[in-house]
């Protein structure tokens, strides 16, 4: 078995990662990619939200790349979930489209610094405090 997944591996160019071993997206520096948390509005589905943060805004600053749902969810000692997204390409772009459609949507976003999650004005979470799903 080990065999044929290291091969199939090979074949997608990339590994395959357990349920048990998942890393929390921005927990770790990707070179190239940017992650940012989202908090969810209560009120609409996860793709809804995405596309209200991601996709509405014209003209867009970000030129190329792409932005993605990460599937990992946290939530905070406070009850609030925060989504995770990743960004590539043209990060200052979509940092800036991304920042502006939370602004719009009255939503808050986080970052991943060390072991905490960090929510912008000022809020830190310790990780080990946090529930935290992968989807």
């Not at 997944?5 to 990707?30: H, M, N, T």
């Not at 979930?81 to 602004?103: L, M, P, S, T």
């Not at 072991?115 to 946090?130: A, D, K, M, Q, T």
Request: charge should be negative; hydrophobic fraction near 35%; glycine fraction near 12%.
């Amino acid at each position: 078995m080990e065999k044929h997944l290291k091969k199939l591996e090979e074949i997608l160019g990339g590994k395959f990662e357990s349920g048990d071993s998942r890393i929390i997206p921005g927990a770790v520096v990707v070179d190239g990619i940017e992650y940012v948390y989202f908090s969810d509005d209560k009120r609409n589905r996860l793709r809804k939200q995405f596309q209200n943060l991601t996709v509405r805004f014209n003209p867009r600053n970000a030129k190329f790349g792409g932005v993605l749902e990460e599937g990992c969810k946290i939530t905070l000692p406070t009850g609030e979930c925060f989504h995770a997204i990743g960004y590539h390409g043209d990060i200052d772009g979509w940092r800036k489209d991304i920042e502006a459609g939370a602004e719009a949507q009255h939503i808050l976003l986080a970052k991943i610094q060390g072991n905490h999650i960090e929510v912008y004005g000022g809020r830190s979470f310790p990780l080990s405090e946090c529930a935290v799903e992968f989807t």
